[in-house]
Structures are given as structure tokens and as C-alpha cells.
């Protein structure tokens, strides 16, 4: 059974910085391009971060870059999203996702939120 369960949001204040984690599990975790999106409220889902399986390649959205990275641990199953220089337009709940067979998995999210 897959599972994707993301951990690390909370509550920050403007300037400062989270990570998130996403623990995998019930699939081959190094086989897949793994992928952070992110929901605002009244917002469409976006498309935050990807890193492909072995991490050689990684892409962000343009509001992030400079900002946020993604790294992978591959033996420990975690996909990662180091966050700094929040600012309150990223508050939004954040979910790891994956695409297999044209399915895509998503974790429950976490909520970030930046504010002072």
C-alpha cells in the first residue's frame, strides 16, 4: 500500500525557515521522480519542486527559486523541501506527490503558514 506522509509545516515567521520531510513507503521509492506541490486557499494546486530518482536533476517554480531546495535520501525512503526566506505568500498546505502509470499519489499535506 503506498503511503506518503509529510511532516515539518508550521507556523514561521517572515525571513525565517522550515523543512519538510515526506516519508514513502509500499512502492520503490528510487524508481520515481518525486514532486512538492502546494494549495493555497481559494488557490489551484501548484507545482512547487521535482527532483527526479536519483536527485540529478531538480526544477522549481519561479516564486521559489533562490528560495526553497529539494534533496532525497534514497535509502531512507524521504524526500526533503528546505525552505528559507518564507514569505506569507507561501503560506499554503504543501504535498508530496508521484506519478505511477499515469496515476498520481498524493500525502495529506501540511499546513505552512508565515506570518508574524
Request: hydrophobic content about 30%.
Amino acid at each position: 500500500q503506498v503511503q506518503l506522509v509529510e511532516s515539518g509545516g508550521g507556523l514561521v515567521q517572515p525571513g525565517g525557515s522550515l523543512r519538510l520531510s515526506c516519508a514513502a513507503s509500499g512502492f520503490t521509492f528510487s524508481r520515481y521522480r518525486m514532486n512538492w506541490y502546494r494549495q493555497a486557499p481559494g488557490k489551484e494546486r501548484e507545482l512547487v519542486a521535482t527532483i527526479t530518482s536519483a536527485g540529478g536533476y531538480r526544477n522549481y517554480a519561479d516564486s521559489v527559486k533562490g528560495r526553497f531546495t529539494t534533496s532525497r535520501d534514497n535509502a531512507k525512503n524521504t524526500v526533503y523541501l528546505q525552505m528559507n526566506s518564507l514569505k506569507p505568500e507561501d503560506t499554503a498546505v504543501y504535498y508530496c506527490n508521484f506519478r505511477r502509470e499515469e496515476y498520481d499519489y498524493w500525502g495529506q499535506g501540511t499546513q505552512v503558514t508565515v506570518s508574524s
